[in-house]
């Protein structure tokens, strides 16, 4: 017994012997791999220096792709866009901030408003459905009811908008958003319902100049938009916000 056990012991020390041999005789070829993998990556990196360098002189399509990758909001005719926002039909947007979803409304809304006066937040813990109104925002006798563009119940809202509703104005994307969403278990599958801002521009261009045509002094700028929306123009313009015409959602989708 004892001679077995000696047997078996030498076994697993050879074993473990011949694992560790190999394992050194292997780290020259994982190295000379190392190498030429880095190799290859400097290499395909200066290809495409050189591929850049070539079609940008010549390529007037090629420079404007260029540009928007290296924007963080679009504009079109003033209003703003910002690139890392997905965007409801109803001019809503949301933004995943690690396990939290912020949600605001977009430049279009708020300057067809106008300069926000008051803001009706939702408290925590108040559930959220997609395309219900998750938060009002007033101007003087006009009024919003923002759709929330995700489902979820609400975690946080912005402290500060109370204080400081103009915020939503002036920043609409970054520090005016308006609250902050736990996800449900239906964020997953109706996200695909939402448009990343990058693939919505010429929604978002079409409903600009939608707006734009309701103003009575029909601009071709949107400073002061709200100047220039009468009560009637103002009543034909609220669904658009509100719940979102049919045509707008079927633009929407179709910006893929």
Not at 170 to 189: C, K, M, N
Not at 213 to 219: G, K, L, V, Y
Request: net charge neutral; glycine share 6%; charged share 25%.
């Amino acid at each position: 017994m004892e001679a077995t056990m000696n047997r078996s012991a030498f076994r697993f020390i050879a074993l473990q012997g011949g694992v560790c041999l190999l394992a050194l005789a292997a780290l020259p070829l994982l190295a000379v791999i190392g190498i030429m993998a880095r190799g290859a990556v400097i290499a395909l990196a200066a290809c495409a220096v050189a591929l850049c360098a070539l079609l940008y002189p010549v390529s007037v399509r090629f420079r404007e792709w260029l540009k928007t990758q290296a924007e963080v909001e679009y504009r079109h005719r003033g209003l703003r866009l910002a690139r890392g926002v997905l965007l409801h039909p109803a001019h809503s947007w949301a933004r995943w901030e690690g396990d939290r979803i912020a949600v605001g409304a977009d430049d279009l809304l708020l300057s067809t408003l106008g300069p926000v006066d008051a803001i009706d937040l939702p408290a925590s813990g108040s559930r959220a459905v997609q395309g219900r109104p998750l938060f009002r925002v007033r101007h003087g006798e006009r009024s919003v009811e923002v759709c929330s563009p995700l489902s979820g119940s609400v975690c946080e809202s912005n402290p500060v908008l109370p204080l400081h509703p103009r915020l939503m104005n002036e920043q609409p994307f970054t520090h005016g958003w308006a609250v902050r969403l736990a996800p449900s278990a239906a964020t997953v599958d109706e996200i695909d319902s939402l448009r990343p801002a990058r693939q919505a521009r010429e929604w978002f261009n079409d409903e600009v100049d939608r707006a734009l045509a309701f103003s009575a002094s029909n601009a071709a700028s949107t400073a002061a938009l709200c100047d220039g929306i009468d009560e009637a123009a103002w009543r034909r313009l609220t669904p658009m916000f509100e719940t979102a015409s049919r045509e707008s959602r079927e633009r929407l989708g179709e910006e893929r």
